[in-house]
């Protein structure tokens, strides 16, 4: 299936962790539908290798170093990007940290590790972001993960740091909303060509016990979750808000927990 149809010329979009996977699979999606886009990840080689592939695709882009992790370099990178662009219309939050290891198979600094990237690093965006969003009309959309609403064993750092994206994006969607700012996460499910799925099902016998899980029968691409922002920020979602919407081909329904078990009984 195609690219959904949305024209976004003249749209500024900031993409934190949108230098690989999916997150550069939005970046790229709303670079082909014709907005100015901004990334910003760790690493300033990937950063200049996602900023010349959207330049590629005929959009405006520039891109910065930093970590999530730390606030005042977030803010800076939303800063810039807003002094080269101007007011923020889309307001992506990607950044994400995953390995298989039980909660007694972790250190504590582990642990805290992946809550510092995914719920802290998200909550850094969007606090720093805020001030150079455009008000009204922008949206922001956090991206999220299956674990957020399913337990999964050797995975309890990442559904506690999920769960709190989950509610982060509830909580901002009530305190924003009078400002015209609307806020949603989707949920991808399992995605071709990701460094999450492939540490998460690393041989091709757990890829197929994922594929036999997912009630459309395929594994997900960049772009099908591209396409589920693209429509979340556009007017057709403008009454929208609070949601956190599965991009999964049903995986989430109950196939996600059934594979995770058999592929990592934990």
Sequence with gaps: MGQLTVDYTGATVFAAGGTSGINLGIAEGFAAAGARVAVMSRSQDKVDAAVRRLRDLGAESIGVAADVRDVQATGAALAAAHEAFGDIDVLVSGAAGNFPATALGMSPNAFRSVLEIDLLG??????????????????????????AFLPWASQSHVCAAKAGVDMLTRVLAIEWGAAGVRVNAVVPGPIQGTEGMARLAPTPDAQAAVTATVPLARWGTPADVANACLLLASPLADYITGVVLPVGGGWSLGGATTAWAAINPG
């Design 122 to 147: 998200t909550y850094h965006v969007l606090r720093t972001g805020y001030e150079f969003l455009r008000k009204p009309g922008s949206v922001v959309i956090n991206i999220s993960a299956p674990q």
